[in-house]
């Protein structure tokens, strides 16, 4: 398996395993204003390849702000339910710990689905819960309603 950034060309397979609810247009349009934003160093987008198709992803967002400069927004971190279980995410997770290391970021943030196996996961990699939104979470396709857990992992130290 390999760890790296986000190709133009990878926006089939991220629409046929990862975001699947999205149309091949929209993850097509998605991938490559997400390429741009990288470019300018607003995101980090990291895919996992085996056997040459993309089956995992994750976006770090940095803060703009000089003050939250340390902090960066763990988001979209998807692994393709044909290969869950396979310690996929736990190398996105480092390798996203790599990357940014050398950054000056000292904290990861995220939030997931309250009670969902997610929180688990992440509890599992070393983050601590330090919130929790009542109902923070509304699912548009299902109106399904969660709190949102509200997460955070030191790294760096």
């Not at 995220?110 to 992440?122: D, F, L, W």
């Amino acid at each position: 398996m390999t760890i790296r950034e986000l190709k133009q060309s990878d926006f089939r397979d991220l629409q046929a395993n990862i975001f699947v609810r999205d149309t091949i247009d929209e993850v097509e349009e998605r991938t490559k204003a997400n390429i741009e934003r990288a470019a300018k160093g607003e995101i980090i987008v990291l895919v996992a390849e085996l056997d040459g198709e993309v089956v995992g992803n994750v976006q770090l967002t940095k803060y703009a702000h000089p003050l939250y400069a340390h902090r960066i927004k763990l988001d979209d971190v998807v692994v393709c339910h044909r290969f869950w279980g396979k310690g996929i995410a736990r190398r996105l997770f480092e390798a996203c710990k790599e990357r940014v290391k050398s950054e000056g970021i000292s904290i990861i943030e995220t939030s997931v689905r309250g009670g969902e196996p997610a929180e688990q996961v992440y509890l599992k990699f070393g983050f601590a819960e330090y919130g929790r939104l009542h109902n923070g979470i509304t699912e548009p396709w299902s109106g399904n309603v969660f709190d949102e857990v509200l997460l955070y992992a030191k790294i760096g130290v």
